[in-house]
């Protein structure tokens, strides 16, 4: 069993940056790759990043390629991701996610199904 919660999310005018954090506790995070998800507002849940257990390999969804970027420490059991030159569009609750998945390749975690542990979600804003 794994818990996962997000922090970092808050309100920011378009242009800005957020740093969205999620602690692991119960097993350590090296075990999993980790991913990054958010839901806005009427809209299905939409893959952002995903990070391999190592920290050697990443991949992102289109929407955020460029500006956003996932990285991890496993020693402080911890996922982060940086978020530059934010959107209104990025505006959406967000949240970290575990895989306990086989290594694949990164588009092979851009769906939700292959995630086994979830937090809550942080909200973030982006206003115009």
């Known amino acids: 069993q794994v818990l996962l919660v997000e922090s970092g999310g808050g309100l920011v005018q378009a242009g800005g940056s957020l740093r969205l954090s999620c602690a692991a506790s119960?097993?350590?995070?090296?075990?999993?790759?980790m991913g990054w998800f958010r839901r806005a507002p009427g809209k299905e849940r939409e893959f952002v990043a995903v990070?391999?257990?190592?920290?050697?390999?990443?991949h992102y969804g289109d929407s955020v390629k460029g500006r956003f970027t996932i990285s991890r420490d496993n020693a402080e059991n911890t996922v982060y991701l940086q978020m530059n030159s934010l959107k209104p569009e990025d505006t959406a609750v967000y949240y970290c996610?575990?895989?306990?998945?086989?290594?694949?390749?990164?588009?092979?975690?851009?769906?939700?199904?292959?995630?086994?542990?979830w937090g809550q979600g942080t909200q973030v804003t982006a206003s115009s």
């Open positions: 996610a575990a895989s306990h998945q086989p290594q694949r390749p990164g588009a092979y975690y851009s769906t939700e199904g292959r995630y086994d542990y």
């Open positions: 119960g097993r350590t995070v090296s075990r999993y790759a």
């Open positions: 990070i391999s257990r190592s920290g050697s390999n990443t």
